[in-house]
């Protein structure tokens, strides 16, 4: 058995392969270089943050979940949404088991309740969170149909199906209003 710095240092290399798996259901839309699992965890934070906030939710604890919503994907790649009548969902808290075994029980504590409650979907912050993911697929998708990528709305229905929050619902509808540029007006 590994000794408490090592596995935390495994870990983080194994954090690492989330910087070069590339969201795979952009691959059947038809965008050459989709971002990675990394850059969709990173805005997922960010707006979970956001939304938790607007909410009166804790935005530390929604950002925290949503970092580590798709963490599990070091091992089983990224798994687009056609794959699904093919294959049995694995269970993204019996992956963060294994993943975090090795961990000092602190770090391993810290990362399954994180899972758990995002997966629970009970919490405030779990909602922003979940909202947060497909928010964050939501503007992507909105980001790739300005550039030419014109078969995306599969995604844009998927991403505002299903949103939990006020605040989510509301932001969706102005993405949808705005062109992915407008920030650099306001």
Do not use: N
């Not at 979970?48 to 970092?67: I, K, M, T």
């Not at 504590?109 to 909602?127: K, L």
Request: aromatic residues 6%; charged residues 25%; proline residues 4%.
């Amino acid at each position: 058995m590994a000794d408490e710095p090592t596995a935390l240092a495994a870990f983080g290399y194994e954090l690492g392969v989330l910087k070069r798996i590339r969201r795979s259901g952009w691959w059947q839309a038809g965008v050459r270089d989709p971002e990675s699992v990394a850059e969709h965890s990173l805005r997922a934070a960010q707006l979970a943050a956001l939304l938790a906030a607007e909410e009166g939710a804790s935005a530390e604890r929604a950002a925290f979940l949503a970092l580590w919503h798709d963490t599990q994907e070091t091992r089983t790649g990224d798994l687009p949404h056609s794959a699904g009548p093919y294959l049995v969902k694995p269970d993204p808290r019996a992956i963060t088991a294994d993943q975090t075994a090795a961990l000092p029980s602190r770090s391993r504590v810290v990362v399954r309740e994180a899972v758990d409650e995002y997966e629970a979907r009970e919490s405030a912050e779990a909602r922003c969170a979940k909202d947060a993911d497909k928010l964050e697929m939501l503007l992507q998708a909105l980001e790739y149909r300005s550039s030419g990528v014109s078969t995306v709305d599969e995604w844009v229905d998927s991403a505002c199906a299903g949103l939990f929050t006020e605040t989510a619902r509301r932001l969706a509808a102005a993405a949808l209003a705005l062109s992915p540029l407008a920030w650099r007006t306001m």
